[in-house]
């Protein structure tokens, strides 16, 4: 592939330029105080009664729900009620935050959120009837299930709840928008407040964010069918739903529903094809610098004129001591982007690939729909998802990557240090995104792997690395983590591998930077002749098997040592677990990480001397916090959810874990799971798919649910159950069917004493 800075128009246009429907909401804004009433009453009329009727929801083993609906809209209201049985409130919430009125109700401190959500309302109010029938059929029936679910169970809502959600409240829940990440490092070394941009961001992703991904080709697979799997690393907050959808001849999707809405999908398959996505960090955005012209503040000089800024004015309620107060704010736009910051001489505006970008949900609908790898990449073509590696596998033995992301075509070289390029007219300014087939990506490739573990894209596949000088000069540069190189050592063989093969490689306990450091710790300090429990510390060490498993004894301390270790590096910046391939890696390994050897780099410890007084200390902390140095990993890191309280195995990421799990301290010292895998799938496509997953914390967050911790110990074996996917499977597994709404009606008919209704 070659680089490609020209690059073709983007679908979207980013920013504010998308055309003249989004020009013209300056002239339409003052509308924005309609009443709700009106708005929804424009997405459909469709009796939920009625709806209830066209459709079946089957619990299997776990609470599963598999939902069989008569059309698209009766789906999306299935998944909306069956969200809120298990979910509850944090639907709801979300869906109020997203039309930007929860400081009615909660007060002044929802204030900020509620003045930039109400800019991505509007949006999503322009750009409603641009969607799709059947993406719109599904808002609004997600809508009207949340509805129809609220009506049924008052007592569990707030009074001030009303059950009025529209296909619009929905619809905003995924509109674009820029990186907050960008916006922040530019405020922040411009020295101005970092607490006030005007704009609706997109949250930074935490430091461990990630996931990993797996495809193999049939070549690779004993039973030579394609083979994906997929576990995401984030909070146990997240809100990973998973959930099966049926409409005959339409669609049959088994996969992750985040919860809150419909389409948010991760990760998933029909029965043709699955695909996974895993975060990538791409810059897809520009903050430009415009002139104040000095004559009229409020204008600024582009293309050799004054142009006036765009000014919005919006009104927000919010609870206050004794009733409602109203609070105004002013927002200011360009034709480039929206305004960060102002000073008297310049005018600061992003310019961002996903701001106001619609329609992601509506390409995930269509990547959901796809038959045939020709199809999914149609949809993927969209470019609506602005970011996320995405990994596929198919029943024709397709397996494919690519490093997908709405990057700018840029003009000129941007700085890479947070500041602002100087744009005095439109040359200076992006307007196009990279084309897609100038992205990295595989298709196919020898050795019948592709992989990702949030890394840049060019070691995807060893045996067809990918040339950086080939692509733009604004993608990232290589780069290989320890949890990248330990999926290699996995893959990069001759193996064949089964599905089951395939779900116990994923369970591996090896901790890759034991493998690389230990050898120079345990000469380190067998040079300076220990004695005592020092001795008898690194004898440990030594026999231990280099792993977190939860009996394995030795990785307790080797953790704590390492903290000790980085935490006293010079300039040591971060966390203990984040340095080692930034600017602190000369200061920890002997050999830092270089592209010219991937897979055995970093190596080694820089400063032997401090890695000794580290081990020693390490050695009387960890007897300090647990009794021994010699306890076993499980005794100390548990999964604990409801009642079940079990060791688990697993570390971070950045130490080399592939079974990536992040730790939070309890009242009692032990280190409990708090984010890390969670929901894991791994799919088969023969004829018919097969599958298994696991969804560590459960189908509920309601902790009288018995499925709200019915997977924990499940997860903490590292098993996961089978999927239930063809109707012969669901009926295996079957725990309860019902259609929404059915039992709340035959309780109330019980005390009413009129006869009961069984399902039609």
Not at 178 to 183: G, H, L, T
Not at 225 to 240: C, E, F, V
Not at 516 to 524: M, N, Q, S, T
Request: glycine content about 8%.
């Amino acid at each position: 592939m070659n680089s490609c800075n020209s690059g073709a128009t983007a679908t979207p246009v980013p920013t504010r330029d998308r055309g003249r429907v989004v020009r013209a909401a300056a002239l339409v804004f003052s509308l924005f105080g309609l009443a709700v009433s009106q708005l929804h009453a424009q997405s459909g009329s469709t009796e939920p009664a009625a709806l209830a009727r066209q459709v079946e929801i089957r619990r299997t083993t776990y609470g599963i729900p598999h939902i069989k609906a008569e059309n698209i809209r009766a789906a999306g209201f299935a998944l909306g009620y069956v969200q809120l049985e298990d979910y509850g409130r944090r639907v709801v919430t979300g869906l109020v935050r997203a039309r930007g009125e929860l400081a009615r109700f909660q007060g002044r401190e929802q204030l900020d959120s509620d003045f930039r959500r109400r800019l991505t309302y509007q949006r999503a109010r322009e750009t409603y009837q641009l969607l799709e029938d059947e993406t719109r059929e599904f808002f609004e029936g997600f809508a009207t299930g949340v509805n129809y679910y609220i009506q049924l169970h008052p007592s569990e809502f707030p009074d001030w709840l009303e059950p009025n959600f529209t296909g619009y409240d929905v619809h905003a829940l995924g509109i674009g928008v820029p990186d907050e990440a960008i916006v922040r490092a530019f405020l922040t070394k411009l020295g101005a407040q970092t607490t006030d941009a005007p704009i609706q961001l997109e949250p930074e992703p935490g430091e461990t964010d990630g996931s990993n991904a797996w495809a193999f080709a049939p070549s690779r697979t004993k039973s030579g069918k394609a083979i994906l799997m997929r576990n995401p690393h984030l909070s146990w907050t997240a809100g990973y739903y998973e959930a099966h959808i049926t409409v005959p001849g339409k669609l049959n999707f088994y996969g992750d529903f985040r919860i809150g809405g419909p389409l948010g999908i991760v990760a998933g398959f029909n029965e043709y094809l699955g695909w996974a996505t895993t975060n990538n960090y791409p810059s897809l955005g520009v903050i430009y610098a415009l002139e104040v012209d000095p004559q009229r503040p409020d204008h600024y000089l582009f293309d050799g004129a004054s142009v006036p800024l765009e000014r919005r004015e919006v009104v927000v309620e919010y609870k206050a001591d004794g009733g409602m107060a109203t609070e105004k704010r002013e927002f200011f736009s360009t034709r480039i982007g929206p305004v960060i910051h102002r000073d008297a001489e310049k005018i600061y505006v992003i310019r961002h690939a996903a701001d106001g970008e619609f329609r992601a949900s509506e390409q995930f609908f269509k990547m959901m729909k796809a038959r045939n790898l020709d199809e999914w990449l149609d949809a993927v073509r969209m470019r609506a998802r602005s970011r996320s590696n995405l990994t596929y596998a198919d029943r024709d033995g397709n397996i494919y990557y690519v490093w997908n992301a709405s990057v700018p075509s840029l003009p000129h070289p941007v700085p890479a240090d947070s500041t602002a390029v100087l744009a005095r007219g439109s040359g200076d300014v992006w307007t196009k995104i990279i084309p897609f087939d100038s992205l990295p990506q595989l298709l196919n490739p020898k050795g019948g792997y592709v992989r990702n573990e949030n890394d840049p894209p060019y070691l995807t596949n060893l045996h067809v690395p990918l040339d950086r000088a080939n692509y733009a000069p604004n993608l990232p540069e290589p780069r290989l983590y320890l949890r990248s190189q330990h999926s290699l050592e996995l893959l990069h063989n001759d193996e064949k591998f089964s599905l089951e093969d395939v779900v116990r490689l994923k369970h591996s306990m090896r901790i890759i930077l034991a493998d690389r450091v230990k050898p120079d710790l345990i000469e380190a300090v067998r040079a300076t002749n220990p004695t005592g429990e020092i001795k008898a510390a690194i004898e440990l060490l030594e026999r231990w098997d280099n792993t977190v498993a939860a009996d394995s004894r030795g990785g307790v301390l080797f953790q704590i040592w390492w903290n000790r270790y980085v935490q006293r590096a010079p300039r040591a910046r971060g966390t203990p677990e984040s340095v080692g391939f930034n600017a602190e890696a000369t200061a920890l390994f002997r050999k830092p990480w270089t592209i010219e050897e991937p897979m055995t780099t970093p190596q080694g410890l820089a400063d032997p001397k401090r890695a000794v007084e580290a081990f020693v200390w390490a050695v009387r902390e960890t007897k300090r916090r647990y009794g021994s140095w010699n306890v076993a990993w499980g005794d100390v890191h548990r999964v604990r959810r409801g009642k079940v309280d079990v060791p688990v195995g697993g570390c971070a990421g950045s130490l080399g874990c592939f079974r990536a799990l992040d730790f939070r301290n309890d009242q009692d010292g032990k280190r409990v799971v708090s984010g890390g895998d969670a929901w894991v799938l791994a799919v088969e496509f023969g004829d018919t798919p097969r599958a298994y997953s696991v969804l560590a914390y459960g189908q509920s967050s309601r902790r009288n649910s018995p499925h709200y911790s019915d997977q924990a110990e499940l997860f903490a074996r590292n098993e996961m159950k089978p999927v239930a996917f063809t109707e012969e499977d669901i009926a295996r597994h079957l725990i309860r069917s019902y259609r929404p709404g059915e039992e709340v009606t035959a309780r109330r008919n019980r005390t009413a004493g009129q006869p009961v209704r069984g399902n039609d």
